[in-house]
């Protein structure tokens, strides 16, 4: 059942946001989300429109580690652009970005930059580097991901 | 090392001094981009780890000591690197977050990717910040190498 959150400032919401990631809570995630948010996931090539895209995204990570902890360290406020830093790290318990689950764990750097409007999210661009995301899952070359 | 400015640091005059540091960047002026940063200016570039077989190197420190080497590295082995900045945010606590495409074609090898005279242009996300001196006094990147590998033809994760 998805949980409106009311907030009032654009920190508020990503902090918000991030919360329920955190809590591997996605409902609540997204319903602090513009329905045509624009999602832009550069180590996956991503760039859509919609909150479903971003429910995607975030399933196919809590899914796929399932004992995922994320760590913010500094978020950053400029203007309506908020930039959370923040470690996400997790034990892998299934295939995630085309890489075979071989129950490495991850730990991973991460910026995200969100737009907020009116208490909701109508931008996220995220940034981490998908050369260390396979080196810690054991795979060793681009064209062929999916073997160890 | 450092320029002095009698300005008062605001949210503009903070993203001025990142924009001339990506003017300076974009002409090769490594020398004029430190001197944009404090002495002791801090560097990361999260992206950067080199695995050896007992140690991993990463790529943070000072401007000074790894920022200024790998700026220079950069250009000698992309003598085009250029970048492109989409946006530029700043607050009046000297905080700046620049969204940026770098790239550039390759002429010498860089990290464990031979010549093949390739071009690669990747997204980056910077956040500076910069000091009530107007100096930048931390660099902070994110990026996915794995793209830039990619792109120049290296397949291999290492």
Not at chain 2, 66 to 90: C, D, Q, R, Y
Request: net charge negative; proline share 4%.
């Amino acid at each position: 059942m998805t949980t409106p959150v009311t907030t009032s400032t654009p920190t508020q919401t990503v902090q918000a946001f991030l919360d329920a990631v955190a809590r591997h809570d996605i409902d609540s995630a997204i319903a602090l989300v513009d329905p045509r948010v624009a999602v832009t996931i550069h180590p996956f090539g991503l760039y859509e429109g919609g909150a479903d895209v971003l429910r995607t995204v975030l399933a196919d990570l809590v899914r796929a580690f399932p004992d995922l902890v994320i760590s913010v360290s500094r978020v950053i406020a400029t203007g309506e652009v908020v930039t959370a830093l923040f470690k996400a790290e997790g034990t892998q318990a299934a295939d995630y970005a085309g890489a075979i689950n071989q129950e490495k764990h991850l730990d991973i750097d991460q910026a995200w930059r969100f737009v907020t409007r009116g208490g909701l999210i109508t931008e996220v661009a995220a940034y981490w580097c998908q050369a260390q995301l396979y080196r810690r899952l054991a795979v060793k070359r681009y064209d062929e991901i999916a073997i160890a | 090392m450092t320029e002095t400015t009698q300005r008062p640091r605001t949210a503009e005059s903070a993203a001025g001094v990142v924009t001339e540091f990506f003017d300076r960047y974009r002409a090769h002026d490594v020398h004029g981009m430190t001197d944009l940063c404090s002495i002791n200016a801090d560097f990361s570039y999260v992206p950067v780890e080199i695995w050896g077989k007992q140690r991993v190197l990463r790529g943070d420190g000072k401007v000074s000591t790894v920022g200024k080497p790998l700026w220079t590295g950069l250009i000698a082995s992309f003598p085009n690197l250029s970048n492109t900045v989409h946006s530029i945010t700043s607050n009046d606590d000297g905080d700046v977050v620049v969204q940026a495409d770098i790239e550039g074609t390759q002429q010498l090898a860089w990290g464990l990717i031979t010549p093949a005279g390739r071009h690669y242009r990747e997204p980056h996300l910077f956040i500076f910040h910069v000091g009530p001196d107007l100096l930048i006094d931390s660099i902070t990147a994110y990026w996915n190498d794995a793209g830039i590998s990619q792109q120049l033809g290296h397949t291999e994760v290492d």
